[in-house]
Every structure is written in structure tokens, then in C-alpha cells.
């Protein structure tokens, strides 16, 4: 029972009936979902962007 009489404490917040959001940024924190792709290359792909990177000093998996 005390757990309820302490938690009462907080649950009496309020919402205000209307929010201002005129100062809002739309996307702030939207972050695009990445999807992991794995595709099949024939070799001589493959080590274009082999080269490719060691040319740049750029990570192959970067591509």
C-alpha cells in the first residue's frame, strides 16, 4: 500500500488543454531506419571497389 500512496504523489499531473508548437522544428529527431542489404557481385565488381577504396583510404563496407 505504500508503493500506491507514493505513487500517488505523481499521477496527478495534468496535460495543458492546448500545447504550443509554434517554435517546433518538424524531424528534429527523425533518424531514417537503415537496412542491412547484402547483394552477390560478379569479381571483376568486386574489385573495382576494392581498388576503389584503397585509392580513397575509404573502408570497403562504406560503399
Same mark, same amino acid.
Given at each position: 500500500?505504500? $508503493?500506491? /500512496?507514493?505513487? *500517488?504523489?505523481?499521477?496527478? @499531473? *495534468?496535460? *495543458?488543454?492546448?500545447?504550443? #508548437? %509554434?517554435?517546433? +522544428?518538424?524531424?528534429? #529527431? @527523425?533518424? =531514417?531506419? /537503415?537496412? =542491412? +542489404?547484402?547483394?552477390?557481385?560478379? $569479381?571483376? +565488381?568486386?574489385? #573495382? #571497389? /576494392?581498388?576503389? %577504396?584503397? *585509392?580513397?583510404? @575509404? =573502408?570497403?563496407?562504406?560503399?
Amino acid at each position: 500500500m505504500s $508503493n500506491i /500512496k507514493e505513487r *500517488e504523489k505523481f499521477d496527478d @499531473y *495534468e496535460m *495543458e488543454d492546448e500545447c504550443d #508548437f %509554434a517554435d517546433g +522544428v518538424r524531424g528534429r #529527431f @527523425y533518424e =531514417p531506419k /537503415k537496412i =542491412p +542489404v547484402s547483394l552477390r557481385l560478379d $569479381n571483376d +565488381v568486386v574489385l #573495382f #571497389f /576494392k581498388k576503389l %577504396a584503397s *585509392e580513397k583510404k @575509404y =573502408p570497403i563496407r562504406h560503399f
